[in-house]
């Protein structure tokens, strides 16, 4: 609560503003902690769905809940990344299509076209040395293609 300066009286709190109680109770209601299985991440989802429709305003304390529980959510999917390991041509393949490559353009880092053909196929391994040469021209790490 605040008071003007002129009257002295008490007035109401300003619209918007932050109200611990509130925010307390829906802490009590939801019980946020932090994600450590696919479990929990689903309930803390299926929590945060419905705080999330655009034409839906927000109080305060909502916003601040839904602010937590994003960054837990954020935290876990960064310590548990969902993406499937790719074997290396995967990669490559992955790679020229994103680019608009064809085989074609790595024919500076593999030296001829059957080559080239047999490591985007994972016919052929990809040497120590193109790994090198894929990764300078992806900005990856050589160890994404070997």
């Given at each position: 609560?605040?008071?003007?300066?002129?009257?002295?009286?008490?007035?109401?709190?300003?619209?918007?503003?932050?109200?611990?109680?509130?925010?307390?109770?829906?802490?009590?209601?939801?019980?946020?902690?932090?994600?450590?299985?696919?479990?929990?991440?689903?309930?803390?989802?299926r929590?945060?769905?419905?705080?999330?429709?655009?034409?839906?305003?927000?109080?305060p304390?909502?916003d601040?809940?839904?602010?937590?529980l994003?960054?837990?959510?954020?935290?876990?999917?960064?310590?548990?990344p969902v993406?499937?390991?790719?074997?290396?041509?995967?990669?490559?393949?992955?790679?020229?299509?994103?680019?608009?490559?064809?085989?074609?353009?790595?024919?500076?880092?593999?030296?001829?076209?059957?080559?080239?053909?047999?490591?985007?196929?994972?016919?052929?391994?990809?040497?120590?040395?193109?790994?090198?040469?894929?990764?300078?021209?992806?900005?990856?790490?050589?160890?994404?293609?070997?």
């Amino acid at each position: 609560m605040s008071t003007t300066a002129t009257s002295g009286k008490r007035t109401a709190a300003a619209k918007g503003r932050f109200n611990r109680r509130k925010y307390a109770a829906l802490l009590a209601d939801v019980a946020p902690r932090i994600i450590e299985s696919p479990e929990e991440l689903k309930r803390a989802s299926r929590l945060i769905e419905p705080l999330l429709y655009p034409e839906r305003r927000l109080t305060p304390e909502e916003d601040a809940l839904v602010r937590l529980l994003l960054k837990l959510i954020d935290d876990y999917q960064t310590a548990h990344p969902v993406f499937p390991p790719l074997k290396p041509h995967e990669i490559l393949q992955a790679l020229m299509d994103e680019h608009g490559l064809r085989q074609a353009d790595l024919l500076d880092v593999f030296g001829s076209r059957s080559r080239v053909s047999e490591a985007v196929s994972g016919k052929r391994a990809i040497s120590k040395e193109q790994a090198k040469r894929l990764g300078e021209r992806f900005c990856l790490s050589p160890a994404a293609f070997i």
